[in-house]
């Protein structure tokens, strides 16, 4: 079975600065990860999504993530933080069919002027 | 491309009454899902669709959730009686056939 941890449930970053949101998974199958952002009272947005190919995956909004097999992880990163990156963050696996998709109980990030 | 359309964005009931929520997903979406989001938390999955037949319900409270998606295409997800913890946000979401979900806008619900 897949699951999702989310280190910090909350992080907070200056305007410009590095966003790092990290995600580790647990999965018996070649997962496939994905990360999404929730605004307030939204749904949630597909920002990226890693299913086999390459290993760093570029996405909306300047947000990119790198799969590292080794480590279990999917870490997602931005270089600079603006002030509309706040929301909260979830990452989530699933197998390459699309099953048990489960998703983590998400990072909520702020960004201070 | 039209998104996941949900109905309605919020409801109120009391403890014991009913409540349905509705869902269109993105045309020829095939596999559909209903998720259960509560304050703070991620979405859990409550039941999933592949057209008409449910694939996975295994954390549907079936004692008093009940969905269904006549014809493949639109869903409904009832709860009868609710009480004061299913108060969350109900998303829907359909999944592309390249393997992501995307979401409808979720419809909160409070159980007062």
């Known amino acids: 079975a897949q699951s999702v941890t989310q280190l910090g449930s909350h992080v907070s970053v200056s305007e410009g600065a590095l966003v790092l949101l990290r995600c580790n998974y647990s999965s018996s199958v070649p997962p496939y990860l994905f990360w999404y952002v929730q605004y307030p009272n939204q749904g949630l947005q597909l920002l990226l999504k890693y299913t086999s190919a390459a290993t760093l995956v570029k996405g909306i909004n300047g947000f990119e993530a790198e799969f590292k097999k080794s480590e279990t992880s999917f870490h997602l990163t931005k270089p600079s933080a603006h002030m509309r990156d706040a929301a909260e963050y979830f990452c989530a696996v699933s197998d390459n069919y699309g099953q048990n998709f489960v998703f983590g109980p998400g990072t909520r990030l702020s960004v201070l002027p | 491309e039209a998104g996941v359309a949900q109905s309605p964005r919020y409801k109120i009931i009391e403890k014991r009454q009913s409540v349905a929520f509705w869902c269109n997903p993105i045309?020829?979406?095939?596999?559909l899902y209903w998720y259960q989001q509560i304050l703070g938390q991620g979405p859990k999955l409550l039941i999933q669709?592949?057209?008409?037949?449910?694939?996975?319900d295994s954390q549907l409270p079936k004692d008093r959730f009940s969905a269904e998606r006549l014809k493949g295409v639109d869903s409904t997800l009832k709860i009868q009686p609710a009480k004061l913890e299913d108060s969350a946000v109900y998303l829907c979401?359909?999944?592309?056939?390249?393997?992501?979900?995307?979401f409808g806008p979720g419809t909160r619900l409070t159980v007062t």
């Open positions: 045309s020829g979406h095939a596999t």
């Open positions: 979401a359909s999944r592309h056939s390249t393997g992501e979900q995307y």
């Open positions: 669709f592949q057209n008409n037949g449910v694939v996975d």
